[in-house]
């Protein structure tokens, strides 16, 4: 154990430099770092939500909107079936959210109706009662597929949109069943992020019906086939919400949007957008035939902007103007970008971190490292004497070791990481205790100082491995089965143990080693 190679020391050199090396931009402001050469590294370690501050959320999707909307298009797709294959139908009627009868009309082929309505989508029950009807249920797995659907769609929509707005390792999980948990760190402005995060941002593209005013669909009865939709702010000039009809058909659907922009339009902020090939094809379709009418554009069942189609656009290009701000065209072509929402979200809870908080964190976990390190110091130094120094050594290596990975990884420290970096510390300083106190024992029955060192690290090193290991799998299975900051402690607890492995078993003994060649004493000092 007392023979170590050059390649060894060399190697444990500069796995220690290296460290330094990935561990330094932590001690310098990000100011600094962006004026160095993009090959250095430039990582800092990132700080969670209760050590910088920032929003806590907890949202729940509406599950059940997404099925009533399933359920809404298999009726609608049952009437046009049937129809298709002449099959009679007298009403349509939905009997619970998961289920809706067709009652199917005098002399109607029943065995040619149910063969249709099965056919309409998979996890389809179909059972024909006695007085000519047919009642279509969706399936329990069906369903549980399509809110399982739902929510993981909502979770990814979420997550794009929480990375067009620059906030740094967000964590975006599901809770239970139907729930999302969401942490933002650093940021500064909860209410806009929630806005975007809980807005639904369907967009839809549909013609105005002139054959009724607002008004009077608002006195009288709105048409079957039109809906009556408020615009999304008041009139500048009346100070009333206006309201319009629309026709309850899509002509296009904000699905064939491939991209969204923020742009200005003679000095006012609007919104440019691009469909797909498809959705070029249906908005120059739809322009071409409606030249002179009015176009709504429908954002989550609210009229933007009703502009009056002045010629086809063929292009699949267009613009979106209304009266934006420039953060507010910027907020609606982010959300068009990301994607609409698959159901509704409601904010269950809501916490917002302030910064002093985060800072006070800061320091108070920072001051219980200093004193357990500079404890732990002193304590060393006063049992064990130089080789309590070599320890201390290994000991700030250890830290470096673990700020240098975490930086390298991209982890999130959290005040539970905190708490894992100092147990690290202390395991570290364990496995030299341990190492020292074999020396002692050995030195004890009278044996030489290289056989004393030698049966130190030789023989405390399976002791060393074994406790270590232990704690290590623990670490393990805190990551694997926990989540938020009991992983910020399993990555910090690991990280330091590892760190403290390579640090009492080759950094220590180096450091012994070297004493030992330097000055050939026949005693130990310890």
């Known amino acids: 154990m007392i023979q ?9 050199l500069v796995t220690c430099l290296a460290t330094m090396v990935f561990a330094l931009p932590n001690a310098i402001p990000q100011r600094v770092l962006d004026q160095l050469p993009s090959w250095l590294p430039k990582h800092q370690v990132n700080l969670g939500l209760d050590l910088q501050g920032g929003a806590h959320l907890l949202l729940q999707v509406d599950t059940d909107a997404v099925v009533r909307e399933v359920m809404q298009g298999l009726q609608d797709s049952a009437r046009q079936e049937l129809r298709r294959a002449n099959i009679a139908v007298a009403a349509v009627s939905t009997d619970s959210l998961t289920r809706f009868t067709v009652r199917l009309g005098p002399g109607a082929d029943r065995d040619a109706a149910r063969r249709t309505l099965v056919g309409l989508d998979s996890g389809l029950d179909v059972t024909l009662t006695p007085d000519g009807s047919a009642v279509v249920t969706k399936t329990e797995q069906a369903l549980r597929e399509r809110r399982i659907a739902a929510v993981q769609q909502s979770i990814e929509i979420i997550r794009r949109r929480v990375d067009e707005t620059g906030t740094k390792e967000p964590t975006i999980v599901q809770q239970g069943v139907n729930r999302i948990l969401i942490q933002l760190p650093g940021v500064r402005d909860p209410e806009r992020i929630k806005a975007l995060i809980g807005t639904t941002a369907k967009l839809t593209f549909r013609l105005v019906d002139q054959d009724i005013s607002a008004e009077e669909a608002r006195r009288t009865r709105v048409p079957a086939t039109s809906d009556l939709l408020p615009g999304d702010r008041p009139d500048p000039v009346t100070g009333q919400l206006p309201y319009y009809v629309v026709r309850k058909r899509i002509m296009v659907s904000g699905d064939n949007l491939v991209d969204a922009q923020p742009s200005f339009q003679d000095g006012m902020p609007v919104v440019s957008f691009r469909f797909d090939s498809v959705g070029a094809r249906r908005f120059g379709d739809v322009t071409l035939e409606n030249v002179g009418r009015p176009f709504a554009i429908v954002l989550d069942d609210k009229v933007i902007s009703a502009p009056v189609i002045r010629e086809a656009i063929t292009g699949g290009r267009g613009i979106i103007s209304g009266s934006f701000t420039a953060q507010s065209a910027s907020d609606l072509a982010l959300l068009l970008r990301a ?12 916490r917002s971190v302030g910064p002093s908080l985060g800072a006070d964190s800061i320091q108070a976990g920072a001051l219980a490292c200093i004193l357990g390190f500079m404890l732990i110091g002193v304590m060393m130094v006063a049992f064990y004497g130089l080789f309590g120094l070599f320890a201390n050594v290994a000991l700030i290596l250890n830290l470096v070791i673990t700020l240098a990975f975490m930086s390298a990884i991209g982890a999130t420290l959290t005040l539970p990481g905190l708490a894992g970096m100092t147990l690290g510390l202390a395991m570290s300083v364990d496995a030299n205790v341990l190492i020292y106190e074999r020396m002692r024992e050995e030195g004890r029955l009278g044996r030489g100082v290289v056989s004393a060192i030698d049966a130190g690290f030789g023989r405390a090193f ?19 089965f926990g989540t938020g ?27 012994v080693v070297l004493w030992l060649r330097a000055s050939r004493r026949n005693e130990l000092p310890v």
């Open 462 to 480: 399976l002791t060393i491995l074994d406790s270590n290991l232990t704690t290590l799998i623990a670490a393990v299975l805190l990551y694997l």
């Open 339 to 350: 994607g609409a929402l698959p159901a509704p979200l409601t904010i269950l809870e809501e």
């Open 485 to 511: 900051p009991v992983r910020g402690f399993a990555v910090t607890l690991g990280i330091g143990i590892v760190a403290s492995l390579f640090t009492a078993i080759m950094v220590t003994r180096l450091m």
């Open 4 to 12: 170590f190679p050059r390649w060894k020391m060399w190697l444990v």
